[in-house]
């Protein structure tokens, strides 16, 4: 199965600070990469889809990039609505397998 | 607008048997992929099966595999997950998702909540 190694686990930033968040892919998986967020008492709500796809109607503050099996997800001015738990989902194969989360907070 | 419902959860003992539903609306059911994923209380996500649009082929996650069973009634607009031999570490908030293409899931629903404990 594909490992997917997220960080940080948790991350203070202050508004209007750029935030970036990283998974490791154990394998190569070329740009099936996904971000979602979840916000408190939410369900996951998509981001960014094919590593650096915006998914519709997502705030162009966000953005992903890839570096060889390295995965970034970019928050060009944080707001206070950005707060939540983000996560990684390797879409090359299944099992389909998430990282394990970064919480990010307003410092 | 695209809606998923899910229901069938609720307080169970270890061992027993349970059946979700996701009904979806808002969009051609029988053309989409679908998921089951779930959160265990303060953790993080975990995806455990997946159905093609036309029940052609299902894949699960290994905790769930051989207890689990994924299915879907095209007819009914109607996603299922038939949990059986639960155990305590099952016990957590059943997702169903649709998937919007290679297998990246586009929406979600409210959550199912599973409780398995005697």
């Known amino acids: 199965d594909i490992q997917m190694t997220q960080s940080p686990a948790s991350l203070s930033a202050s508004l209007e600070e750029i935030v970036t968040i990283t998974c490791q892919a154990s394998?190569?998986?070329?740009?099936?990469l996904a971000w979602y967020q979840q916000k408190p008492g939410k369900s996951p709500q998509l981001l960014i889809y094919?590593?650096?796809s915006l998914a519709d109607g997502v705030p162009s503050r966000f953005s992903g990039s890839r570096s060889g099996t390295q995965y970034s997800l970019k928050i060009s001015r944080l707001q206070v609505e950005d707060i939540g738990i983000y996560y990684c989902l390797q879409a090359y194969s299944a099992p389909l397998t998430f990282g394990s989360g970064t919480k990010l907070e307003i410092k | 607008e695209v809606q998923l419902v899910e229901s069938g959860g609720g307080l169970v003992q270890p061992g027993s048997s349970l059946k979700l539903s996701c009904v979806a609306s808002?969009?051609?059911?029988?053309?989409?992929?679908m998921h089951w994923i779930r959160q265990a209380p303060k953790k993080g996500l975990e995806w455990i099966a997946l159905i093609y649009y036309d029940s052609s082929n299902k894949y699960y996650a290994d905790s769930v595999k051989g207890r689990f069973t994924i299915s879907r009634d095209n007819s009914k607009n109607t996603l299922y997950l038939e949990m059986n031999s639960l155990r305590s570490e099952d016990t957590a908030m059943y997702y169903c998702?649709?998937?919007?293409?290679?297998?990246?899931?586009?929406?979600w629903g409210q959550g199912a909540s599973v409780t398995v404990s005697s």
């Open positions: 394998q190569d998986i070329g740009n099936w």
């Open positions: 998702a649709k998937e919007t293409h290679y297998y990246v899931m586009d929406a």
């Open positions: 808002g969009f051609t059911f029988s053309s989409y992929n």
């Open positions: 094919g590593a650096t």
